[in-house]
């Protein structure tokens, strides 16, 4: 009979590789195979680390389509779902079906440049869109091609409602229930004088909508795309498309998860 297998995967500090450690030998023990490198045939990934350890998997393994749980060695840990304390009860109650599935939107941003390529970048989290460092950038702004404002600022930022609790919550923008499919557009920085006007708060998008913003002509040039802390530079941009996209990131959640609790607890 083939064994079961799962994928571990975990960053460098000293409390993630021995937790790693502990629960390969009692997943192993239960009978699972387990490997640390990337199986389309895994029914399971397990990271190890904190919320920008199980980012960094999801987008090493490119959003894989078998269930994500994350056991929480870093600070904050907000997607992570497990202590390395509780190993016995996550395996005890993986065995038992004593979870749910929480599959959740990502985002996904279209560059068109020039010379007529286009290029795609997902995010579970959120895209920003920024220019040169240290410079304003102006950036036309639309929503399913109407016309919207011309923005003035260091940069704007596309959440999704997974996403809301991250760097868009730093930004002052709202905190979104995951169950909630929507963008939010929440601006970095944004310029409001009588030269500039920008909208100063977060613009909550349906799903269905597109967003779309092309630079100003003198920024085309030098245009920052970042998915989830993953930074890409182009040049001579025309225009950049950003809409909810078809892939999800399925999360394992146990049986007493419960989102707002979990919001309560880590920022209250």
Not at 2 to 7: D, E, G, M, R, T
Not at 86 to 99: G, K, T
Not at 193 to 218: I, M
Request: proline share 4%.
């Amino acid at each position: 009979m083939k064994k079961k297998l799962v994928n571990i995967f975990t960053n460098n500090t000293n409390i993630s590789l021995d937790t790693k450690t502990e629960l390969t030998k009692k997943l192993i023990d239960k009978g699972y195979a387990v490997t640390g490198e990337f199986s389309k045939d895994a029914e399971l990934i397990i990271c190890i680390g904190g919320d920008g350890a199980l980012l960094k998997t999801i987008h090493s393994c490119d959003f894989p389509e078998c269930p994500v749980i994350g056991v929480n060695t870093g600070h904050l840990g907000f997607f992570q779902e497990v202590r390395p304390e509780d190993l016995d009860r996550f395996i005890s109650d993986y065995e038992n079906n004593q979870y749910s599935i929480q599959e959740l939107n990502t985002v996904m941003a279209t560059i068109t440049t020039k010379d007529g390529h286009e290029y795609n970048h997902v995010g579970l989290n959120e895209i920003v869109i920024q220019g040169r460092p240290s410079y304003t950038v102006h950036l036309y702004i639309s929503i399913d091609d109407m016309p919207i404002e011309k923005f003035s600022g260091d940069g704007i930022l596309i959440a999704t409602p997974a996403g809301s609790t991250a760097y868009n919550y730093s930004l002052g923008g709202s905190i979104v229930d995951p169950t909630i499919k929507l963008l939010q557009v929440t601006p970095i920085a944004p310029m409001n004088t009588t030269a500039y006007r920008s909208f100063t708060s977060s613009l909550l998008l349906p799903a269905e909508l597109s967003l779309g913003v092309a630079p100003e002509k003198q920024y085309e040039n030098r245009m920052a795309i970042i998915n989830d802390g993953i930074e890409t530079i182009y040049t001579d941009v025309i225009d950049i498309k950003v809409r909810m996209s078809d892939t999800s990131v399925k999360l394992l959640r146990l049986k007493d998860y419960d989102f707002w609790n979990k919001v309560k607890t880590k920022f209250l």
